[in-house]
T-cell receptor, first 113, second 114 residues
Framework: AQSVTQLGSHVSVSEGALVLLRCNYSSSVPPYLFWYVQYPNQGLQLLLKYTTGATLVKGINGFEAEFKKSETSFHLTKPSAHMSDAAEYFCAVSGFGNEKLTFGTGTRLTIIP | EPEVTQTPSHQVTQMGQEVILRCVPISNHLYFYWYRQILGQKVEFLVSFYNNEISEKSEIFDDQFSVERPDGSNFTLKIRSTKLEDSAMYFC????????????FGPGTRLTVT
């Protein structure tokens, strides 16, 4: 079974500052990890994924995440926040490929001008 | 760029009525899913569908729910007798190759049960 914990339901950062959204997972098998973004009144858009191989993965819009097995973490970062990054971010985990996604509770990111 | 589409965008129905939510997955995708998100809560898995049959379903997906892929393009979720607690945003997703692991989500259907 898999589960995801996202620390911080709301995160506020100033425009241009570092964005750090935290995600810890639990999985009984090697996990596949994902970050999705949801803009108001829209669906979920895949930001990036980790399956195997390189533990630092880069995604769209300048986001990246690092898989740390020893810490069971997959935190999302962006060096410099932009106003357009304001959205809800969901971390998700699956077991084997193409299995269901188990989502965290989400983190709402607010960008302060 | 191919995308998953869903209709309607908003459905209002009375308790006890049947509703059908429709999805058109990305063509040539093989894996299909339904998720729901109750307002203010996390996204929850309902059911996955592969090779014309259900591959996994959650505890939420009881006998009131059913899925169909009636033709080569549509994927539907039916709720036979809606309850107030079925009010939620319902997302369809599809996935392609077995090795890609990615799921692409549609914009959702907001279901309101009164």
């Amino acid at each position: 079974a898999q589960s995801v914990t996202q620390l911080g339901s709301h995160v506020s950062v100033s425009e241009g500052a570092l964005v750090l959204l935290r995600c810890n997972y639990s999985s009984s098998v090697p996990p596949y990890l994902f970050w999705y973004v949801q803009y108001p009144n829209q669906g979920l858009q895949l930001l990036l994924k980790y399956t195997t191989g390189a533990t630092l993965v880069k995604g769209i819009n300048g986001f990246e995440a690092e898989f740390k097995k020893s810490e069971t973490s997959f935190h999302l970062t962006k060096p410099s926040a932009h106003m357009s990054d304001a959205a809800e971010y969901f971390c998700a985990v699956s077991g084997f490929g193409n299995e269901k996604l188990t989502f965290g509770t989400g983190t709402r990111l607010t960008i302060i001008p | 760029e191919p995308e998953v589409t869903q209709t309607p965008s908003h459905q209002v129905t009375q308790m006890g009525q049947e509703v059908i939510l429709r999805c058109v997955p990305i063509s040539n995708h093989l894996y299909f899913y339904w998720y729901r998100q109750i307002l203010g809560q996390k996204v929850e898995f309902l059911v996955s569908f592969y090779n014309n049959e259900i591959s996994e379903k959650s505890e939420i997906f009881d006998d009131q729910f059913s899925v169909e892929r009636p033709d080569g393009s549509n994927f539907t979720l039916k709720i036979r007798s809606t309850k107030l607690e079925d009010s939620a945003m319902y997302f369809c997703a599809s996935g392609g190759q077995a090795s890609s692991y990615e799921q692409y989500f549609g914009p959702g259907t907001r279901l309101t049960v009164t």
